[in-house]
């Protein structure tokens, strides 16, 4: 089943069999169809994540190169998250000769960069099925082989820069929690292996008793462990702006964007809150809020909310018994915990992923659809109990802790996922708005592609052929791929496979 035939299969975050009742998660984030919903970032009232709790000092966040907009520039650039920033970075590469200015809504790298759980995790076989399903086993495998692509960029950039970030690099395990999702997780492994995508860094622990021993996990089935990263994003990102600045990029926080007009002679009027800037190119790198700014992207580019909690460990999962290595948690219904123990820093450990609370919450949104861009959500009461409920049947001794005051469910925060209408991002020129570009819908999986996909998209900016990124066929935007959507029925949160 090729994408010309079904293409809109964005909304499935799982995957299953006719002869099975479990399904394999697929996605970090299996919500519903949102329709056409959009909206503007929030100008205040959001959540603080972690990571912007932990650089409220720093100078960066509410940055402006200068007092007043400029009026003109050649590039002007929507967002200063990871996709924004390496952009600019790759711009002035590309064109050191050219003005960029950069425009952010609230403050530096608040979006989803700023919001996430702290993986750099390149899926390496959990995603094939459903990728074979929307676009061929060829493709399929282009897009799992560029996250390993992306996860190797960031980490030799991260070690050539000597960025204080906290990588970690260790084993990341997808566990299956039971004896069905093990066969359907092995049966997709095995898929992903004969079509012919490579395994050999994959170590798989089949027998349960083995896979709840390295796991530390008491109900785990199978494991598949592979190199993967944790990080702290924002730092990551500020870094790069920080040389950006060094370089003449014109940052400017506190700008929201509202709508990009033609100018005279094939010119771009952006149109903010605080006043207009005409340029040549426009950047769109706004990912959930893309649709707010541009409405041929309205239903194509879903901006959904997701939680993350933040837990501090007991005595008996801390110090020399503190959790070393990242998680995916498969759950039989489909849903995902995604765990990050920052074992090389606080020792704080993150739970994100589409966990069974979070399907409460796509509810939720589903009855008050203008919260679609709502990152104010804090400790959402449904998803902090399924982190709660898992810990204390799973990880061995946790529920005997005593705690004191400051231990375990510390704060849970939100942010909004830019999903694609697909389920993979869109790098290219907009059709039919000549000079207006964009990198965005990353579906909760940025950090594994824009390392390569800002990169890529400066490529096209510069006229050479979308061959030339390097990055997966199925990311290119186009006008056929842009009205079949446009024009595509929703799909369930499943598929069979």
């Not at 200068?66 to 002035?92: C, F, R, W, Y």
């Not at 960069?113 to 399929?140: I, V």
């Not at 349960?208 to 924002?234: D, G, N």
Request: aromatic share 8%; with cysteine.
């Amino acid at each position: 089943m090729h994408q010309a035939d079904t293409p809109a299969v964005g909304t499935i975050g799982a995957v299953t069999r006719p002869d099975t009742s479990v399904a394999l998660n697929v996605e970090e984030y299996a919500a519903s169809d949102a329709g056409k919903r959009t909206g503007f970032p929030r100008p205040s009232g959001q959540s603080l994540s972690y990571w912007l709790q932990g650089v409220r000092c720093d100078p960066l966040l509410d940055h402006r190169s200068t007092e007043e907009l400029p009026n003109e520039a050649d590039t002007v650039i929507i967002g200063s998250g990871m996709t924004g920033t390496l952009v600019a970075k790759q711009h002035l590469e590309a064109f050191p000769d050219q003005s960029i200015v950069v425009l952010e809504a609230r403050e530096f790298c608040s979006g989803a960069t700023g919001r996430n759980a702290g993986h750099c995790k390149p899926d390496q076989w959990r995603g094939f099925a459903k990728y074979e399903k929307a676009f061929g086993a060829e493709k399929a495998i282009q897009i799992l082989d560029n996250e390993q692509e992306t996860w190797e960029k960031l980490v030799a950039y991260v070690r050539e820069e000597n960025v204080d970030c906290d990588l970690a690099v260790a084993d990341t395990y997808d566990v299956a929690m039971t004896p069905e999702v093990a066969d359907l997780a092995m049966g997709v492994f095995k898929q992903y292996k004969a079509a012919g995508g490579k395994v050999d860094h994959i170590k798989v622990y089949d027998d349960p008793a083995e896979a709840a021993q390295i796991s530390r996990i008491k109900s785990a089935q199978a494991v598949w462990a592979w190199p993967a990263s944790t990080l702290y994003p924002w730092k990551l990102t500020a870094h790069v702006m920080r040389k950006n600045l060094s370089q003449g990029v014109n940052l400017q926080t506190y700008t929201t964007v509202r709508k990009v007009d033609a100018g005279p002679d094939g010119t771009w009027i952006v149109r903010s809150d605080r006043g207009d800037i005409k340029c040549k190119n426009v950047v769109h790198a706004t990912n959930a809020y893309s649709a707010a700014i541009e409405p041929s992207l309205r239903g194509v580019i879903r901006p959904t909310p997701h939680m993350c909690n933040k837990v501090v460990p007991p005595a008996c999962f801390s110090g020399s018994k503190a959790l070393r290595n990242s998680y995916g948690v498969l759950l039989p219904n489909g849903a995902l915990f995604s765990i990050n123990p920052r074992h090389t820093s606080d020792g704080i450990v993150l739970f994100g992923g589409s966990n069974p609370g979070q399907q409460q919450l796509d509810e939720l949104i589903e009855n008050e659809p203008q919260r679609c861009i709502d990152d104010s959500l804090t400790n959402v009461p449904f998803v902090t109990k399924a982190v709660k409920d898992f810990a204390e049947s799973d990880f061995e001794g946790w529920i005997d802790a005593v705690p004191g005051p400051g231990q375990l469910y510390d704060y849970g925060w939100s942010g909004i996922i830019g999903r694609s209408a697909d389920g993979v991002p869109f790098v290219g020129e907009l059709p039919n708005l000549k000079g207006q570009w964009i990198c965005a819908g990353h579906h909760g999986h940025g950090m594994a592609r824009i390392f390569t996909a800002a990169p890529g998209l400066v490529k096209l900016m510069q006229g050479e052929p979308y061959s030339s990124t390097g990055l997966p066929e199925a990311y290119e935007m186009t006008p056929a791929r842009l009205k079949m959507l446009q024009d595509a029925p929703s799909f369930g949160k499943v598929a069979i496979i």
